[in-house]
């Protein structure tokens, strides 16, 4: 019995799962639905320490895993997939990420770590819809993943060894399987039990919904809006408009003709609600929802209402709001923060986002507020929205009014610059170098961790003077400090200091390119041969053109991004050879060049 019609749909798709596992492929066959089977070849290594969050790791995993299959079944068996499933399960405790044991002491040191205690569950999941044009494959990904808390019961050795000498821990991600022996060490489950198992497959027909089975306008329409539009990935069908009668395309009129109608533009609703969430997240994080609810806080409504000083009754409001957006849990007990709230929204939290949240908040929103006003009369606010903010930010005095905007936009940058700092400083091999310059390096986030990673490089961070005089206030304490120098100075006007590797990070990708050609004429002319450019910018698909993080950049970039291709041109053209490129996965990757 199929319960979700979207399951019906796909009876005529070549749907692929790529896993091994026998419970993902269980548990989809109860579904009802149609599949084959192509484990996946892609090995289980990435950098764990270069995500952000465990579950950011458990999606990449389950992304690469679902793209190996469907280039593999595309170009070796010319049997392009229409879907290919991909999905990852990990455990999470203090912050370790568990696996597969490897064997029967790494089983009992997770079982170990896992006995008493609440961990995490986390399954990221890719659906990765195929294409052709020509003889190319075209991909477009949908990624999502689910959090389960499980709590196991104390083990004592006895039970340890009788579990890990059964056998059943060795194939299942911490080293057990609830739905077998393993569910005797389990105490309590809050969330998708089919999640801890390998496949949460409750949010999976959500997500197919979504793509295949949109709901209608009304329902939709009081409903706060899915963060991310799916449009691309729905049903051609729906989208070109020829769905038959019965999926709500035609309709019969009163006199009994028969009207057609064009099909739900459902990316557009989202794109005309978008705001409200943004604006939820923004007013949560203003009033500290997510600082009173930090360290597994589970409140009721009053109770945050009486910590952040709102009414109880607004405070309702808001709390659903952040719980749609899947910022918030709720509980029998109350609210408690996600994994994903309690990473990047609490304010002490080391990849907190409050800074970069707050600018947009006071500063980007107004701005965009006035769009209207700019679009009619040009001015500063058109100014900063073509993407020229990071040329003359800090020179314009009417953009930059006071110390507090500058500091503002300062913990903004330093923000954002925590996501990729650790994945750039690791993206190459740079010991040879023993100095490096960060050109417009802000608050010094990538100089330290660049100072972390090669303990013999001395990094100076080259900055306007305002800046310079207001970066000690984000120094991490007791860090490399002796590595890092701060040194005032325009790099547009003024000499650049010598250094065997330059730095560009401050949005290269947002300059304009005359900005950019200039600076990098000065850089080349600076740099010995020998010497190196480091460029962290967002690298964008050479096909589409469109960057894996997804940024929008329409919004924030003048000139658009470039392709591997493009930085090696523009590379090449100011005296650069040896040109190499690494995707880090996050918000920035990495390019290097040798003068
Ligand atoms: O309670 C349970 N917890 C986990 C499992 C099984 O554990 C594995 C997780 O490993 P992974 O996500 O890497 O998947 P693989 O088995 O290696 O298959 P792929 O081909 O997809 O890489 C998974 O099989 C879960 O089902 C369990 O059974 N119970």
């Not at 299942?172 to 949460?200: S, T």
């Not at 609600?273 to 589970?298: I, N, P, R, W």
């Not at 009417?398 to 400083?425: F, N, T």
Request: aromatic share 8%.
């Amino acid at each position: 019995m199929v319960l979700y019609p979207v399951i019906g749909k796909l009876v005529h798709k070549r749907v692929v799962l790529a896993s091994a596992s026998p419970r993902r492929r269980e548990i989809l066959n109860q579904a009802g639905l149609r599949f084959e089977v192509v484990p996946s070849r892609f090995k289980e290594k990435l950098d764990k320490s270069s995500f952000p969050t465990p579950y950011a790791y458990a999606i990449e995993t389950a992304k690469q895993k679902a793209l190996e299959v469907a280039h593999r079944m595309h170009s070796k068996d010319s049997r392009t997939a229409d879907l290919v499933i991909g999905a990852d399960t990990i455990v999470t405790i203090a912050g370790l990420i568990l696996e597969k044991p490897v064997d029967k002491q790494d089983a009992y040191r997770m079982l170990s770590r896992l006995s008493g205690k609440e961990h995490s569950v986390f399954t990221g999941v890719t659906i990765v819809h195929c294409s052709r044009a020509g003889r190319q494959l075209q991909t477009e990904v949908l990624e999502f993943y689910e959090e389960t808390r499980v709590t196991f019961s104390e083990l004592s050795e006895e039970m340890l060894w009788a579990y890990i000498h059964s056998g059943e821990p060795m194939d299942k991600a911490g080293g057990y399987g609830i739905q077998a022996l393993g569910g005797m060490l389990v105490e309590h489950v809050r969330g998708d039990f089919l999640n801890v198992v390998g496949f949460p497959l409750n949010h999976f027909c959500k997500k197919l919904s979504q793509l295949y089975c949109p709901p209608t306008p009304d329902a939709h329409q009081e409903s706060i809006p899915a963060v991310g539009s799916v449009e691309k990935l729905r049903d051609p069908e729906t989208l070109t408009g020829q769905a038959n009668a019965g999926e709500g395309v035609q309709q019969t009129a009163c006199n009994g003709t028969v009207e057609s109608q064009p099909p739900c533009p459902w990316g557009l609703l989202d794109l005309i609600h978008g705001f409200k969430g943004s604006k939820v997240l923004l007013t949560a994080c203003k009033l500290k929802v997510f600082d009173v609810l930090k360290d597994g806080a589970v409140l009721s409504a009053a109770d945050v209402a009486a910590k952040i000083d709102a009414s109880v009754h607004g405070t309702e409001w808001l709390l659903e709001g952040c719980a749609e957006l899947g910022l918030l849990l709720r509980c029998a007990q109350g609210y408690r923060n996600t994994e994903l709230a309690s990473v990047f929204l609490a304010s002490d939290a080391e990849y907190s986002l409050q800074g970069f949240i707050t600018l947009c908040n006071n500063h980007t929103w107004d701005l965009f507020t006035h769009l209207e006003t700019a679009v009619r009369e040009g001015g500063d606010q058109l100014r900063l929205l073509s993407g020229r903010q990071t040329e003359d930010l800090f020179k314009d005095p009417v953009l930059i009014g006071s110390e507090e905007m500058l500091l503002q936009w300062m913990r903004g940058a330093h923000d954002l610059a925590k996501l990729s700092a650790q994945a750039l400083a690791k993206a190459f091999d740079l010991s040879r170098f023993k100095s490096a310059c960060h050109l417009g390096g802000c608050t010094g986030t990538l100089a330290y961790r660049l100072a972390q990673a090669y303990p013999h490089l001395q990094v100076t961070v080259f900055d306007l003077p305002k800046v310079i005089e207001l970066a000690p206030s984000f120094h991490p304490c007791g860090w490399q400090a002796a590595q890092v120098s701060f040194l005032a100075g325009d790099i547009f006007q003024d000499g650049l200091p010598e250094a065997e590797l330059y730095i560009l990070s401050r949005d290269p990708y947002s300059w304009p390119d005359d900005v950019l050609q200039q600076l990098l004429s000065k850089v080349s002319e600076i740099c010995k041969p020998g010497c190196a450019l480091l460029i962290a910018g967002p690298v964008l698909d050479e096909e589409r053109q469109t960057t894996r993080a997804q940024i929008p950049m329409l919004l924030r970039a003048h000139s658009g991004g470039r392709t591997t291709q493009g930085y090696e041109r523009l590379l090449r053209a100011h005296g650069f050879h040896d040109v190499r490129v690494v995707r880090t996965g996050g918000l920035l990757d990495a390019v290097l060049a040798t003068r």
